[in-house]
Protein backbone atom coordinates (compact mmCIF):
# COMPACT_ATOMS: atom_id res chain seq x y z
CA UNK A 1 0.00 0.00 0.00
CA UNK A 2 0.97 3.46 -0.73
CA UNK A 3 1.95 6.17 1.31
CA UNK A 4 0.18 9.32 1.15
CA UNK A 5 3.36 11.16 0.68
CA UNK A 6 3.82 8.75 -2.60
CA UNK A 7 1.27 10.13 -4.55
CA UNK A 8 1.88 12.53 -6.86
CA UNK A 9 -1.01 14.01 -9.38
CA UNK A 10 -1.15 16.60 -11.96
CA UNK A 11 -4.71 17.52 -12.01
CA UNK A 12 -5.64 18.42 -8.96
CA UNK A 13 -4.86 21.80 -9.51
CA UNK A 14 -3.87 22.57 -5.66
CA UNK A 15 -0.61 23.55 -6.01
CA UNK A 16 0.44 26.08 -7.89
CA UNK A 17 2.56 25.75 -11.39
CA UNK A 18 6.35 26.88 -10.24
CA UNK A 19 6.57 27.81 -14.09
CA UNK A 20 3.38 30.08 -13.85
CA UNK A 21 4.11 33.91 -12.53
CA UNK A 22 2.46 33.63 -9.57
CA UNK A 23 2.12 37.23 -8.35
CA UNK A 24 -1.66 36.99 -9.74
CA UNK A 25 -2.71 34.25 -7.05
CA UNK A 26 -0.14 35.31 -4.08
CA UNK A 27 -1.79 39.33 -4.09
CA UNK A 28 0.80 41.01 -2.00
CA UNK A 29 1.97 38.60 0.24
CA UNK A 30 5.79 40.09 0.90
CA UNK A 31 8.20 38.15 -0.79
CA UNK A 32 10.09 36.60 2.22
CA UNK A 33 6.85 35.00 3.44
CA UNK A 34 6.54 32.89 0.38
CA UNK A 35 7.71 29.58 0.21
CA UNK A 36 10.13 27.80 -2.48
CA UNK A 37 8.52 24.69 -2.02
CA UNK A 38 5.53 22.71 -0.68
CA UNK A 39 6.44 19.52 0.52
CA UNK A 40 3.06 17.92 0.56
CA UNK A 41 1.51 15.24 -1.70
CA UNK A 42 -0.49 16.34 -4.48
CA UNK A 43 -3.49 14.34 -4.34
CA UNK A 44 -6.97 14.45 -5.30
CA UNK A 45 -10.22 14.10 -2.76
CA UNK A 46 -11.36 11.38 -3.95
CA UNK A 47 -7.55 9.67 -3.60
CA UNK A 48 -7.49 10.87 -0.02
CA UNK A 49 -10.61 9.41 1.12
CA UNK A 50 -9.74 6.17 -0.89
CA UNK A 51 -5.93 6.06 0.80
CA UNK A 52 -7.07 7.00 4.51
CA UNK A 53 -10.31 4.13 3.86
CA UNK A 54 -8.30 1.20 2.54
CA UNK A 55 -6.06 1.91 5.67
CA UNK A 56 -8.32 2.07 8.23
CA UNK A 57 -9.49 -1.57 6.90
CA UNK A 58 -6.06 -2.89 8.03
CA UNK A 59 -7.00 -1.79 11.52
CA UNK A 60 -8.29 -4.34 14.31
CA UNK A 61 -10.91 -3.36 16.35
CA UNK A 62 -13.75 -5.14 18.80
CA UNK A 63 -16.17 -3.76 15.91
CA UNK A 64 -14.40 -6.12 13.68
CA UNK A 65 -13.24 -8.97 15.49
CA UNK A 66 -12.97 -11.29 18.82
CA UNK A 67 -10.31 -9.20 21.07
CA UNK A 68 -9.32 -11.34 24.22
CA UNK A 69 -6.55 -9.29 25.14
CA UNK A 70 -6.38 -10.38 28.90
CA UNK A 71 -6.90 -8.07 31.62
CA UNK A 72 -7.87 -5.21 29.68
CA UNK A 73 -11.91 -6.06 29.19
CA UNK A 74 -11.85 -4.99 25.67
CA UNK A 75 -16.14 -5.76 25.25
CA UNK A 76 -18.01 -4.28 22.70
CA UNK A 77 -18.82 -0.44 23.17
CA UNK A 78 -22.75 -0.20 22.72
CA UNK A 79 -23.49 2.27 20.24
CA UNK A 80 -26.24 3.95 22.10
CA UNK A 81 -23.90 5.08 24.61
CA UNK A 82 -22.50 6.75 21.48
CA UNK A 83 -25.95 8.51 20.71
CA UNK A 84 -26.41 9.42 24.12
CA UNK A 85 -22.90 11.09 24.41
CA UNK A 86 -23.56 13.33 21.08
CA UNK A 87 -26.66 15.05 22.42
CA UNK A 88 -26.19 18.33 21.90
CA UNK A 89 -26.44 19.07 25.57
CA UNK A 90 -23.50 17.16 26.53
CA UNK A 91 -21.43 17.09 23.61
CA UNK A 92 -21.56 21.36 23.25
CA UNK A 93 -21.09 21.98 27.44
CA UNK A 94 -18.67 24.68 28.01
CA UNK A 95 -17.22 23.16 30.83
CA UNK A 96 -17.20 26.96 32.82
CA UNK A 97 -21.08 27.13 32.28
CA UNK A 98 -23.03 28.56 34.91
CA UNK A 99 -24.15 25.92 37.68
CA UNK A 100 -27.98 26.86 37.21
CA UNK A 101 -27.59 26.48 33.45
CA UNK A 102 -25.75 22.78 34.04
CA UNK A 103 -28.48 21.21 36.50
CA UNK A 104 -29.28 18.09 33.85
CA UNK A 105 -24.90 17.22 33.16
CA UNK A 106 -24.45 17.75 37.52
CA UNK A 107 -27.26 15.65 37.93
CA UNK A 108 -25.97 12.57 35.64
CA UNK A 109 -22.20 13.11 37.24
CA UNK A 110 -23.97 12.69 40.74
CA UNK A 111 -26.27 9.93 39.61
CA UNK A 112 -23.12 8.07 38.22
CA UNK A 113 -21.11 8.41 41.37
CA UNK A 114 -24.25 6.87 43.65
CA UNK A 115 -23.91 4.16 41.08
CA UNK A 116 -20.73 3.32 41.91
CA UNK A 117 -20.88 3.64 45.48
CA UNK A 118 -24.21 1.04 45.12
CA UNK A 119 -21.61 -1.34 42.67
CA UNK A 120 -18.94 -0.84 45.25
CA UNK A 121 -20.02 -0.36 48.74
CA UNK A 122 -17.55 2.66 49.01
CA UNK A 123 -18.89 5.79 50.35
CA UNK A 124 -17.88 8.44 47.85
CA UNK A 125 -16.54 8.82 44.70
CA UNK A 126 -14.40 11.51 42.48
CA UNK A 127 -14.87 11.35 38.49
CA UNK A 128 -12.58 13.43 37.97
CA UNK A 129 -9.15 11.33 37.04
CA UNK A 130 -8.80 11.07 33.31
CA UNK A 131 -7.77 7.25 33.51
CA UNK A 132 -7.50 3.87 35.77
CA UNK A 133 -3.72 5.12 36.17
CA UNK A 134 -4.39 8.58 37.29
CA UNK A 135 -7.22 7.46 39.28
CA UNK A 136 -4.72 5.05 41.08
CA UNK A 137 -2.33 7.57 41.18
CA UNK A 138 -4.81 9.69 43.49
CA UNK A 139 -5.82 6.53 45.52
CA UNK A 140 -2.51 6.60 46.84
CA UNK A 141 -2.08 10.42 46.79
CA UNK A 142 -5.20 10.23 49.54
CA UNK A 143 -3.27 7.56 51.61
CA UNK A 144 -0.06 9.41 52.17
CA UNK A 145 -1.75 12.49 52.96
CA UNK A 146 -4.35 10.82 55.17
CA UNK A 147 -1.07 9.21 57.10
CA UNK A 148 0.77 12.91 57.21
CA UNK A 149 -2.15 14.26 58.80
CA UNK A 150 -2.39 11.56 61.63
CA UNK A 151 1.63 11.67 61.87
CA UNK A 152 2.21 8.35 61.10
CA UNK A 153 5.60 7.54 59.34
CA UNK A 154 4.30 4.56 56.68
CA UNK A 155 6.88 4.38 54.08
CA UNK A 156 6.08 1.25 52.08
CA UNK A 157 3.29 -0.91 49.92
CA UNK A 158 2.70 -4.55 49.79
CA UNK A 159 1.65 -5.91 46.74
CA UNK A 160 1.45 -9.67 45.45
CA UNK A 161 3.99 -10.40 42.47
CA UNK A 162 1.03 -11.18 39.82
CA UNK A 163 0.48 -7.30 40.26
CA UNK A 164 -0.13 -5.24 37.41
CA UNK A 165 3.04 -2.64 36.62
CA UNK A 166 1.26 0.41 37.32
CA UNK A 167 0.91 -0.36 41.46
CA UNK A 168 4.46 -0.44 41.92
CA UNK A 169 4.87 2.15 39.24
CA UNK A 170 2.27 4.35 41.62
CA UNK A 171 4.18 3.56 44.27
CA UNK A 172 7.56 4.25 43.38
CA UNK A 173 5.70 8.08 42.14
CA UNK A 174 4.57 8.09 45.61
CA UNK A 175 7.83 7.97 46.89
CA UNK A 176 6.92 4.68 48.46
CA UNK A 177 8.83 1.30 48.79
CA UNK A 178 7.38 -1.86 47.50
CA UNK A 179 7.61 -4.96 49.11
CA UNK A 180 6.83 -7.90 47.31
CA UNK A 181 4.79 -10.97 48.29
CA UNK A 182 4.89 -14.56 46.08
CA UNK A 183 1.89 -16.12 45.49
CA UNK A 184 0.92 -19.52 46.93
CA UNK A 185 0.13 -22.93 44.59
CA UNK A 186 -3.25 -21.61 44.31
CA UNK A 187 -2.63 -18.47 42.70
CA UNK A 188 -3.61 -16.57 45.79
CA UNK A 189 -1.16 -13.82 47.59
CA UNK A 190 0.99 -16.23 50.14
CA UNK A 191 -0.65 -15.37 53.18
CA UNK A 192 1.84 -16.65 55.50
CA UNK A 193 4.35 -14.43 53.66
CA UNK A 194 2.05 -11.62 53.81
CA UNK A 195 1.84 -12.16 57.90
CA UNK A 196 5.58 -11.83 58.05
CA UNK A 197 6.29 -8.47 55.61
CA UNK A 198 3.21 -6.83 57.54
CA UNK A 199 5.30 -4.16 59.86
CA UNK A 200 3.85 -0.93 61.42
CA UNK A 201 5.77 1.05 58.29
CA UNK A 202 2.77 -0.24 56.11
CA UNK A 203 1.09 2.20 54.63
CA UNK A 204 -0.83 0.61 51.98
CA UNK A 205 -1.47 -3.25 50.63
CA UNK A 206 -2.55 -2.87 46.95
CA UNK A 207 -4.81 -5.77 45.79
CA UNK A 208 -6.29 -6.92 41.97
CA UNK A 209 -9.52 -8.82 43.24
CA UNK A 210 -9.86 -10.97 41.20
CA UNK A 211 -6.18 -11.17 40.26
CA UNK A 212 -4.32 -10.91 36.94
CA UNK A 213 -4.52 -14.70 36.78
CA UNK A 214 -8.33 -14.57 36.74
CA UNK A 215 -8.36 -15.94 40.36
CA UNK A 216 -10.27 -14.31 43.76
CA UNK A 217 -8.44 -14.10 46.45
CA UNK A 218 -9.77 -16.57 48.60
CA UNK A 219 -7.53 -15.23 52.01
CA UNK A 220 -9.11 -11.63 51.42
CA UNK A 221 -10.94 -11.16 54.49
CA UNK A 222 -8.01 -12.43 56.19
CA UNK A 223 -5.84 -9.96 54.71
CA UNK A 224 -8.17 -7.21 54.94
CA UNK A 225 -8.34 -8.12 58.90
CA UNK A 226 -4.85 -8.06 59.09
CA UNK A 227 -4.07 -4.53 57.41
CA UNK A 228 -6.38 -2.97 59.26
CA UNK A 229 -5.48 -4.24 62.68
CA UNK A 230 -2.25 -3.01 61.71
CA UNK A 231 -3.17 0.32 61.09
CA UNK A 232 -2.73 0.29 57.10
CA UNK A 233 -5.34 1.05 54.53
CA UNK A 234 -6.86 -1.72 51.64
CA UNK A 235 -6.61 -0.66 48.26
CA UNK A 236 -8.52 -1.89 45.18
CA UNK A 237 -7.24 -2.37 42.21
CA UNK A 238 -10.35 -2.52 40.35
CA UNK A 239 -9.34 -3.30 36.96
CA UNK A 240 -11.16 -6.60 37.20
CA UNK A 241 -14.09 -5.03 38.15
CA UNK A 242 -15.80 -6.93 35.21
CA UNK A 243 -16.31 -10.13 37.51
CA UNK A 244 -17.75 -8.60 40.42
CA UNK A 245 -20.93 -6.56 39.01
CA UNK A 246 -23.57 -7.43 41.65
CA UNK A 247 -21.93 -10.69 43.12
CA UNK A 248 -19.22 -9.09 45.71
CA UNK A 249 -18.59 -5.25 46.72
CA UNK A 250 -14.86 -4.96 47.60
CA UNK A 251 -15.72 -2.45 50.38
CA UNK A 252 -17.50 -6.07 51.53
CA UNK A 253 -14.04 -7.76 51.14
CA UNK A 254 -12.48 -4.87 53.43
CA UNK A 255 -11.15 -2.76 50.76
CA UNK A 256 -10.76 1.22 51.79
CA UNK A 257 -10.12 2.50 48.40
CA UNK A 258 -10.96 1.21 44.62
CA UNK A 259 -10.37 2.79 41.17
CA UNK A 260 -12.77 1.81 38.18
CA UNK A 261 -11.89 1.71 34.53
CA UNK A 262 -14.50 2.63 32.74
CA UNK A 263 -12.94 1.90 29.41
CA UNK A 264 -12.72 -1.95 31.08
CA UNK A 265 -15.98 -2.69 33.23
CA UNK A 266 -18.62 0.19 31.55
CA UNK A 267 -18.01 -0.04 28.06
CA UNK A 268 -16.12 3.03 27.49
CA UNK A 269 -13.96 3.27 24.12
CA UNK A 270 -10.06 2.44 24.55
CA UNK A 271 -7.32 3.87 23.52
CA UNK A 272 -7.79 5.49 20.08
CA UNK A 273 -11.80 6.30 20.63
CA UNK A 274 -11.10 7.82 24.31
CA UNK A 275 -10.44 10.18 25.88
CA UNK A 276 -9.89 7.81 28.92
CA UNK A 277 -11.85 8.30 32.38
CA UNK A 278 -11.25 6.69 35.78
CA UNK A 279 -13.35 6.74 38.50
CA UNK A 280 -12.26 6.65 42.95
CA UNK A 281 -14.63 5.54 45.87
CA UNK A 282 -12.89 5.72 49.18
CA UNK A 283 -14.51 5.05 52.49
CA UNK A 284 -15.66 8.21 54.87
CA UNK A 285 -12.78 8.27 56.43
CA UNK A 286 -11.12 9.65 53.26
CA UNK A 287 -13.90 11.45 51.36
CA UNK A 288 -12.39 14.93 52.83
CA UNK A 289 -9.26 14.58 50.63
CA UNK A 290 -10.71 13.28 47.55
CA UNK A 291 -10.47 16.53 44.55
CA UNK A 292 -12.39 19.35 43.99
CA UNK A 293 -14.88 20.70 42.46
CA UNK A 294 -17.54 17.51 44.07
CA UNK A 295 -20.97 17.54 42.99
CA UNK A 296 -23.33 17.72 45.96
CA UNK A 297 -27.29 17.59 45.98
CA UNK A 298 -28.98 19.67 48.48
CA UNK A 299 -32.29 17.79 47.49
CA UNK A 300 -33.67 21.29 45.21
CA UNK A 301 -30.24 21.80 42.99
CA UNK A 302 -26.73 19.94 42.12
CA UNK A 303 -23.89 22.17 42.43
CA UNK A 304 -20.10 22.09 42.96
CA UNK A 305 -18.06 22.31 46.35
CA UNK A 306 -14.66 23.75 46.22
CA UNK A 307 -14.86 24.11 50.20
CA UNK A 308 -13.33 21.47 51.79
CA UNK A 309 -10.02 22.22 52.54
CA UNK A 310 -8.46 18.98 53.23
CA UNK A 311 -8.68 17.67 49.84
CA UNK A 312 -5.57 16.54 47.88
CA UNK A 313 -6.18 18.99 45.04
CA UNK A 314 -7.45 18.41 41.51
CA UNK A 315 -5.64 15.82 39.39
CA UNK A 316 -7.29 17.04 36.38
CA UNK A 317 -8.80 20.54 35.11
CA UNK A 318 -12.63 20.91 35.97
CA UNK A 319 -14.83 17.95 36.33
CA UNK A 320 -12.81 14.94 34.06
CA UNK A 321 -13.40 13.62 30.97
CA UNK A 322 -17.28 13.87 31.14
CA UNK A 323 -17.98 12.28 28.04
CA UNK A 324 -16.67 9.05 28.56
CA UNK A 325 -19.19 9.58 32.00
CA UNK A 326 -22.15 10.15 29.80
CA UNK A 327 -20.88 6.80 27.87
CA UNK A 328 -20.60 4.89 31.67
CA UNK A 329 -23.97 6.40 32.93
CA UNK A 330 -25.58 5.17 29.70
CA UNK A 331 -24.49 1.46 30.14
CA UNK A 332 -25.74 1.46 33.41
CA UNK A 333 -28.62 2.62 33.06
CA UNK A 334 -29.36 0.21 30.09
CA UNK A 335 -28.83 -2.42 32.21
CA UNK A 336 -30.83 -1.35 35.17
CA UNK A 337 -31.52 -3.95 38.00
CA UNK A 338 -29.46 -6.48 35.77
CA UNK A 339 -26.23 -5.79 35.98
CA UNK A 340 -25.51 -8.76 37.71
CA UNK A 341 -25.83 -10.86 34.25
CA UNK A 342 -22.46 -8.77 32.61
CA UNK A 343 -19.97 -10.27 34.92
CA UNK A 344 -22.12 -13.67 35.42
CA UNK A 345 -21.89 -14.13 31.59
CA UNK A 346 -18.41 -13.38 31.48
CA UNK A 347 -17.49 -15.61 34.41
CA UNK A 348 -19.39 -18.14 32.17
CA UNK A 349 -17.49 -17.30 29.11
CA UNK A 350 -13.82 -17.60 30.77
CA UNK A 351 -14.51 -20.93 32.27
CA UNK A 352 -16.12 -22.32 29.05
CA UNK A 353 -13.17 -21.63 27.05
CA UNK A 354 -10.53 -21.99 29.43
CA UNK A 355 -12.19 -25.59 29.24
CA UNK A 356 -11.60 -25.87 25.88
CA UNK A 357 -8.18 -25.40 25.92
CA UNK A 358 -6.27 -26.66 29.21
CA UNK A 359 -6.10 -29.70 27.21
CA UNK A 360 -3.59 -28.57 24.39
CA UNK A 361 -2.03 -26.03 27.05
CA UNK A 362 -0.64 -25.93 30.44
CA UNK A 363 -3.49 -24.56 33.17
CA UNK A 364 -0.90 -23.49 36.16
CA UNK A 365 -3.46 -22.67 38.61
CA UNK A 366 -6.43 -25.36 37.75
CA UNK A 367 -9.12 -23.61 39.75
CA UNK A 368 -12.11 -22.07 38.58
CA UNK A 369 -11.73 -18.39 37.11
CA UNK A 370 -13.28 -15.65 37.15
CA UNK A 371 -13.78 -13.38 34.35
CA UNK A 372 -10.33 -14.28 32.87
CA UNK A 373 -7.84 -17.19 33.08
CA UNK A 374 -4.09 -17.81 32.08
CA UNK A 375 -2.51 -20.48 30.33
CA UNK A 376 1.11 -21.51 29.50
CA UNK A 377 2.45 -22.57 26.62
CA UNK A 378 6.11 -23.67 27.60
CA UNK A 379 5.67 -27.41 26.90
CA UNK A 380 5.06 -25.85 23.20
CA UNK A 381 9.06 -24.54 23.51
CA UNK A 382 10.72 -21.31 24.27
CA UNK A 383 9.17 -17.95 22.23
CA UNK A 384 5.81 -20.10 21.85
CA UNK A 385 3.45 -17.59 23.61
CA UNK A 386 4.99 -15.30 20.96
CA UNK A 387 4.96 -17.07 18.08
CA UNK A 388 1.56 -18.36 18.90
CA UNK A 389 0.29 -14.80 19.21
CA UNK A 390 1.92 -13.70 15.61
CA UNK A 391 -0.04 -16.61 14.19
CA UNK A 392 -3.43 -16.15 15.65
CA UNK A 393 -3.91 -13.14 13.63
CA UNK A 394 -4.10 -15.40 10.60
CA UNK A 395 -6.93 -16.89 12.02
CA UNK A 396 -8.77 -13.40 12.15
CA UNK A 397 -8.39 -13.20 15.62
CA UNK A 398 -6.52 -10.77 17.79
CA UNK A 399 -3.59 -11.68 19.96
CA UNK A 400 -4.20 -12.93 23.78
CA UNK A 401 -1.80 -10.86 26.25
CA UNK A 402 1.20 -12.53 26.54
CA UNK A 403 3.86 -12.81 28.95
CA UNK A 404 1.99 -11.10 31.82
CA UNK A 405 1.74 -12.03 34.58
CA UNK A 406 5.91 -12.46 34.91
CA UNK A 407 4.97 -15.11 37.56
CA UNK A 408 3.71 -17.71 34.56
CA UNK A 409 6.09 -18.75 32.15
CA UNK A 410 4.83 -18.38 28.30
CA UNK A 411 1.89 -17.00 29.73
CA UNK A 412 -1.08 -16.58 27.47
CA UNK A 413 -3.54 -14.07 29.10
CA UNK A 414 -7.21 -15.00 27.43
CA UNK A 415 -10.16 -12.59 28.71
CA UNK A 416 -13.23 -13.20 26.14
CA UNK A 417 -15.88 -10.65 28.32
CA UNK A 418 -19.89 -11.34 28.31
CA UNK A 419 -20.42 -9.77 24.54
CA UNK A 420 -18.57 -12.56 22.88
CA UNK A 421 -20.79 -15.39 21.74
CA UNK A 422 -20.84 -18.96 21.77
CA UNK A 423 -19.57 -19.43 18.24
CA UNK A 424 -16.91 -17.09 18.59
CA UNK A 425 -15.73 -18.75 21.76
CA UNK A 426 -15.58 -22.45 19.58
CA UNK A 427 -13.73 -20.37 16.49
CA UNK A 428 -11.23 -18.90 18.87
CA UNK A 429 -10.38 -22.46 20.91
CA UNK A 430 -10.18 -24.30 17.32
CA UNK A 431 -7.79 -21.81 16.01
CA UNK A 432 -5.51 -21.91 19.21
CA UNK A 433 -5.51 -25.60 19.35
CA UNK A 434 -4.45 -25.74 15.46
CA UNK A 435 -1.60 -23.42 15.78
CA UNK A 436 -0.60 -26.12 19.14
CA UNK A 437 -0.44 -28.50 16.70
CA UNK A 438 1.02 -26.73 14.39
CA UNK A 439 4.25 -25.96 16.61
CA UNK A 440 4.42 -29.27 17.12
CA UNK A 441 4.37 -30.95 13.56
CA UNK A 442 6.23 -27.67 11.76
CA UNK A 443 7.09 -25.38 14.12
CA UNK A 444 9.58 -23.09 11.46
CA UNK A 445 6.11 -22.44 9.94
CA UNK A 446 4.50 -20.67 12.71
CA UNK A 447 7.78 -19.03 13.52
CA UNK A 448 7.52 -17.18 10.08
CA UNK A 449 3.69 -15.67 11.34
CA UNK A 450 2.22 -13.57 10.95
CA UNK A 451 1.89 -14.33 7.10
CA UNK A 452 -1.86 -12.43 6.04
CA UNK A 453 -0.82 -9.10 7.36
CA UNK A 454 0.33 -6.16 5.39
CA UNK A 455 3.58 -5.86 7.52
CA UNK A 456 5.78 -9.14 8.38
CA UNK A 457 6.94 -9.83 11.65
CA UNK A 458 9.35 -7.01 12.93
CA UNK A 459 12.04 -7.56 14.85
CA UNK A 460 10.40 -6.18 18.39
CA UNK A 461 13.00 -4.76 19.59
CA UNK A 462 13.97 -2.55 16.93
CA UNK A 463 10.54 -1.60 16.36
CA UNK A 464 10.41 -0.17 19.80
CA UNK A 465 13.72 1.68 20.26
CA UNK A 466 14.03 2.51 16.26
CA UNK A 467 10.43 3.01 14.85
CA UNK A 468 10.61 3.80 11.08
CA UNK A 469 7.96 6.88 11.35
CA UNK A 470 9.63 9.75 8.83
CA UNK A 471 9.34 9.71 5.24
CA UNK A 472 11.97 10.88 3.45
CA UNK A 473 10.95 12.75 0.08
CA UNK A 474 13.90 11.96 -2.39
CA UNK A 475 14.57 8.15 -0.98
CA UNK A 476 11.07 7.14 0.99
CA UNK A 477 12.79 5.45 3.34
CA UNK A 478 14.06 6.75 6.59
CA UNK A 479 17.92 7.33 7.03
CA UNK A 480 19.27 5.93 11.00
CA UNK A 481 23.03 5.86 12.04
CA UNK A 482 23.65 6.46 8.26
CA UNK A 483 21.29 3.53 7.22
CA UNK A 484 18.54 3.22 5.20
CA UNK A 485 15.50 1.60 7.28
CA UNK A 486 13.34 -0.13 4.85
CA UNK A 487 9.79 1.46 4.36
CA UNK A 488 6.19 -0.24 4.53
CA UNK A 489 6.36 -1.21 1.14
CA UNK A 490 9.77 -2.54 0.93
CA UNK A 491 8.76 -5.40 3.91
CA UNK A 492 5.48 -5.47 2.25
CA UNK A 493 7.22 -6.33 -1.25
CA UNK A 494 9.64 -8.76 0.31
CA UNK A 495 6.34 -10.64 2.24
CA UNK A 496 5.01 -11.40 -1.54
CA UNK A 497 8.01 -12.63 -2.60
Known amino acids: MKLIFEYEESITGHLPDSSDDDSHSLGDLPRELIRKELPLPNVSEIDVIRHYSNMSRKNFGVDIGFYPLGSCTMKYNPKINEDIAKLEGFMQLHPLSHQSCIQGSLQLMWELGEYFKKITGMDAFSLQPAAG ?106 ANMNALLGITRPADQGFDLIHLNLHKTFSTPHGGGGPGAGALGVKTHLSDFLPLPRVV ?89 LNI ?78 PNLRWNAHTGLEEEDGKKMPGINEREDRRQK
Open 133 to 238: SQSELLGVMIAKAYFKEKKEKRTKIIIPDSAHGTNPATAAMCKFETITVKSDSRGNMDINEFKELLEEDIALVMLTNPNTLGLFEEKVLEISDLAHRNGSLMYCDG
Open 297 to 385: NDGKNFALDYDRRRSVGMTRYCYGNFGMLVRAYAYIRSWGNELRKISEHAILNANYLCSLLKEDFELPYDRRCAHEFVLSSRKLGQKSA
Open 389 to 466: AKRIMDYGFHPPTIYFPLIVPEALMIEPTETESKETLDEFATALRKIAKELKENPDFVKGAPYTRSVERLDEVIAARR
